[in-house]
């Protein structure tokens, strides 16, 4: 049997950031909980508009507002099973999720590429069963496996299975089974596990054209987060600040960085910080204030109040590489726009060609 593969998010075709997040329900139709889904589901649809490709992520910040909330319910493949679900799942190579305290919600789509395996820790294997089943097969190759320590969580699962099977469906079964590394609080309930302290969670498909109907290879990656424990404890400051700081240490000043790269500085200067934990929400923040490139727009609040016009900070260097933008730029860009030179508003331009204008 073949690999997994792992991906990561590439640039937004889309991003929603006024919404509020509804977690699955299994209610009746008539029950004002699945009322209340269907109806944010309807309207997630509609404002996403027709996205006509494959091989895409989806991405879901989530602000549960109180730091009670962030390890109790919430659960966030609750929150992206009928999104994806929704939206059609075979579109769909990467779903991920994060959730915090403060600073709003959001929502991404756009198209994944190739990624990097984690280093966390790590199970992969091979089984045949339905997707029922799968719950038993993760928890018994789990036993093992040493418990994480209490607190919060990342965790990443990866399938490879036939195009014919819904990968959606696997999701519930696969994080039912981690009970041994999450925690089972009720001893006589294995396949409840304590999953509600998982903060960020990826979710990667491979298809297998090879795989017959119930073959499949799943992978589980897992690791604890060294988070404050309280909001008085966190840092409570704009994440584009820390972007900078981060891009700043990464020599963003005086050259390009690859994304990836000021993705990890940021990472690593950072690790405390659950906003912008995954590159999708860490891209899409950078994106909104990079002056040169056609994801920076938000059609759903006037230009004077977007980003890139307010606090314009990066430039799009080539495919994929950012620097930070000189004071000398961001004077000429404030000239250029509040002149309405045509310019400052196409989707994508060379930077030079601000003082050639």
């Known amino acids: 049997m073949e690999g997994l593969t792992f991906w990561r998010a590439g640039e937004p075709l889309v991003t929603l950031t006024d919404i509020k997040p509804v977690l699955a329900s299994w209610d009746a139709k008539t029950h004002p909980n699945q009322i209340r889904l269907q109806a944010y589901l309807d309207d997630v649809q509609q404002r996403l508009g027709e996205i006509d490709q494959d091989g895409l992520f989806l991405h879901l910040d989530v602000d549960v507002e109180q730091q009670k909330r962030l390890e109790k319910h919430h659960d966030l493949e609750n929150y992206l099973t009928p999104l994806v679900g929704r939206l059609g799942q075979k579109r769909f190579v990467l779903a991920s999720a994060t959730k915090f305290v403060g600073g709003g919600s959001r929502l991404m789509v756009g198209k994944a590429v190739a990624g990097s395996r984690p280093d966390f820790a790590s199970l992969e294997f091979a089984c045949a069963c339905a997707s029922d089943d799968v719950k038993k097969e993760v928890r018994q190759r789990l036993l093992d496996q040493a418990a994480l320590p209490s607190g ?44 509600d302290r998982i903060v960020s969670i990826a979710m990667h498909l491979t298809v297998g054209p090879e795989l017959s109907r119930t073959s499949k290879r799943v992978g589980l990656y897992w690791r604890h987060l060294e988070l404050p424990r309280s909001q008085g404890a966190r840092k409570i400051g704009r994440m584009i600040d820390y972007i900078v700081q981060a891009a700043q240490t990464a020599g963003a000043e005086k050259k390009a960085v690859r994304l990836s790269d000021l ?95």
């Open 263 to 357: 993705f990890r500085a940021y990472r690593d200067q950072f690790p405390d910080l659950t906003r912008g934990s995954s590159e999708a929400s860490y891209s899409a923040t950078l994106g909104f204030h990079t002056l040169n490139m056609k994801s920076r727009w938000n059609r759903q609040i006037p230009e004077e109040s977007q980003s890139w016009v307010r606090e314009p900070l990066f430039a799009r260097v080539g495919r994929g590489c950012y620097r930070l933008l000189t004071s000398q730029e961001i004077s000429r860009f404030r000239s250029a726009w509040a002149a309405g030179e045509p310019i400052v508003r196409a989707d994508e331009f060379e930077i030079d060609n601000l003082f050639k204008s």
């Open 152 to 195: 919060p969580v990342e965790v990443w699962h990866a399938w490879r299975c036939p195009p014919q099977n819904n990968w959606v469906s696997l999701w519930k079964p696969t994080g039912d089974g981690m009970g041994p590394v999450l925690g089972e609080p009720f001893p006589n309930r294995p396949y409840y596990p304590n999953d």
